[in-house]
């Protein structure tokens, strides 16, 4: 089996699972306490895309590995004004129109159940996100280079950092589980863009990730 579909067969069983990370409100003690001790990163790039995309309206954005469309909807509700989230898993597809629905938004939010790198597409983008996409992809470096040439501004992207104690769970997990797993250190991520052609990068670690914005000339 393919690591894709590896991948594929752990989102649509553990899709309903990622989607509530982004839903504290709703979440008892012990969640919550997991979620400060491990998961802090998750809400912190969350926030961090948005305020990377908050000084201009109407932006155009790509979402690569969109899950459930919880960042699309947020960017709509900031001021994007044409969003496109693509998935390979059906469930994650099914969860993002759902949300924009109820929230009114999918006049501006379009979701495409496909692979990222089979589609083309007919436009290109003010900015490309990549938030959570890395963690399952063997070669960043052949994502990227796609998203350089249809990104006109700016690359978004997370990466999962290589020696952190939430590992010590997480590996064993996704290895029971049979999802791959890859972890990175700045000098890997570095030479992932330089590879794909993108020079202007800044890298940030945020705990559990690395948090990256690359701006496009």
């Known amino acids: 089996m ?17 989607d509530r990370y ?21 809400q912190e790039r969350f926030r961090l895309t948005l305020d ?6 109407n932006l155009s954005v790509l979402d690569v590995g ?4 919880r960042y699309d909807v947020a960017l709509a509700q900031q001021g994007a004004s044409s969003i496109v ?22 006049d501006r939010c379009r979701f495409l159940n496909q692979d990222f790198l089979n ?11 990549a938030i959570g996409l890395f963690d399952y992809t063997r070669e960043p470096w052949v994502y990227l280079e796609k998203m350089k040439r249809l990104t006109k501004r700016k690359i978004i992207a997370s990466f999962p950092a290589r020696w952190r104690l939430r590992n010590a769970i997480r590996v064993p997990r996704l290895k029971i ?16 863009f330089q ?7 800044t890298i940030n670690n945020i705990g559990r990730d690395y948090f990256v914005s690359a701006l496009l000339p």
């Open 85 to 106: 989230g693509i998935d390979f898993s059906p469930k994650m597809i099914a969860m993002a129109n759902r949300l924009a629905q109820r929230n009114r938004l999918e």
């Open 195 to 201: 590879r794909a052609g993108i020079s202007n990068f």
């Open 52 to 57: 990377e995309c908050a000084s201009e309206k």
């Open 2 to 18: 393919k690591d894709s579909e590896k991948v594929l067969a752990f989102f649509e069983r553990w899709a309903g699972d990622f």
């Open 22 to 42: 982004y839903e504290a409100a709703t979440k008892n003690f012990l969640s919550k306490s997991l979620d400060f001790l491990f998961r802090q990163s998750i």
């Open 66 to 69: 969109c899950g459930s469309g």
């Open 177 to 192: 589980l049979n999802c791959p797993l890859y972890f990175y250190t700045p000098a890997t991520i570095a030479q992932a």
């Open 119 to 129: 589609v083309n597409f007919n436009e290109t983008f003010d900015v490309t996100l």
